[in-house]
């Protein structure tokens, strides 16, 4: 009988990197330390809008305790959460080219990076400013999305495409 515990578990990281570098081509070497770069960016904007939102945060929080707040700083202070979001759903997009994960994986990462970007455009949408057939539109792009993703779910996520 098998131990489980002793199973090899799969190489990530830079183990799988050593491992694969020497059988890839000059172009996916080349696209590899590509993304390793955008990653990295990523990562300098990520620290940037967590210190902005943080700031923001402390600021709303001042604000309330010594005067009453309005609705717009907090649509404003949402709105950057959920860039946060999006910027780390992008960084997860990243993270499937680097690790091989399968096309359909990319593509429900990249329905769902839109979702979010149109959930944080109702947030701070103004429906003053736009004629309902805009908003209308909008959210049919939402549902049409939405249902996108529903049907990438139903696929098997450990295909290969």
Known sequence: MENQSLKKTPAKGLHKLKELWPEMTMFERFE???????????????????????????????????????????QITFGMLLTLLIAFEFRNSINAILEGKGLLFQVKIVVLIAIIALARKFLVLDPKEYEASMIAAYAAVTLSLGITYWLLSKQKSNDKI
């Open 32 to 74: 590899y330390i590509v993304m390793l770069f955008v990653s990295f960016i990523l990562v300098l904007i990520i620290l940037a809008a967590l210190f902005r939102l943080v700031e923001n945060v402390y600021q709303l929080v001042i604000s309330q305790v010594t005067h009453k707040t309005d609705f717009k700083s907090f």
